[in-house]
């Protein structure tokens, strides 16, 4: 019989990249534009940032998240080497193991026996790399996934302060940014903690929080060197 439940760990990997690619995206991008508006830029200098920003941190968190979760698939790959090479030079010792996880576990010494020689019969090394190694079809490492929503994510949330630079008058841009990106921060958090079944209201605010920091981190730096110069 299939099992057709569904739960919220299937999607750990790609939620966990999509959400922070977005708000990385939305509050970088926010800060960017405010710091350099508050320095008393025109429009042009403010929208040249924004754009560079935008290519800039989707390349970036698309190489760097490629390279944070290929390390992870190279080790998942190694300790698999190791157990087919386990499995092939003594299987016992290796069924003796796996009967040895169950029963700590709570079956009976028997049955676990009986469960791991059933298992490694039908596919050793699966049972092996699930129970013991802790790898399964949902949790794997996929580095090129894992880079795509990353990059795609930030551009999405980095696609409203542009936009904002680029339609809206440069005296209003700095309270329009701030609001729209605290607003949407709300919403993404929200949905995040939606989606990851915690708490909305502390998911909401805790990003929302950090945002407004870094964009009145931004705006402080951006108005005293515009004072300067």
């Known amino acids: 019989m299939m099992h057709s439940e569904f739960h919220r760990t299937e999607r750990i990997g ?91 576990r709570g079956l009976t010494s028997d049955l676990a026996d009986q469960v791991a020689g059933q298992l490694m019969a039908h596919d050793a090394l699966n049972a092996h790399s699930r129970d013991e190694l802790g790898i399964s079809e949902t949790t794997r490492a996929r580095p090129l996934q894992a880079a795509l929503a990353s990059a795609l994510a930030f551009s999405a949330g980095a696609v409203l302060p542009v936009l904002l630079v680029w339609f809206i008058p440069i005296a209003h841009l700095n309270s329009l940014v701030v609001g729209s990106c605290l607003i949407l921060l709300a919403i993404l958090g929200t949905l995040a903690a939606h989606l990851g079944g915690t708490s909305v209201l502390r998911g909401a605010a805790r990003v929302t929080f950090w945002g407004a920091a870094a964009m009145g981190g931004s705006a402080l730096a951006g108005h005293l060197i515009g004072t300067v110069v």
């Open 14 to 104: 790609w939620l966990r990249a999509a959400v922070l690619g977005a708000n990385d995206g939305l509050i970088s991008t926010s800060s960017l534009v405010v710091g350099v508006a508050a320095a008393q830029a025109g429009r042009e200098p403010v929208l040249l940032a924004a754009l560079a920003g935008l290519v800039a941190g989707a390349l970036s968190m698309a190489a760097g998240e490629y390279v944070s979760v290929s390390s992870q698939a190279d080790a998942e790959c190694a300790d698999l080497a190791r157990e087919r090479r386990e499995l092939a030079s003594d299987p016992e010792r290796e069924r003796a193991e796996l009967a040895g996880i169950y029963e700590a």
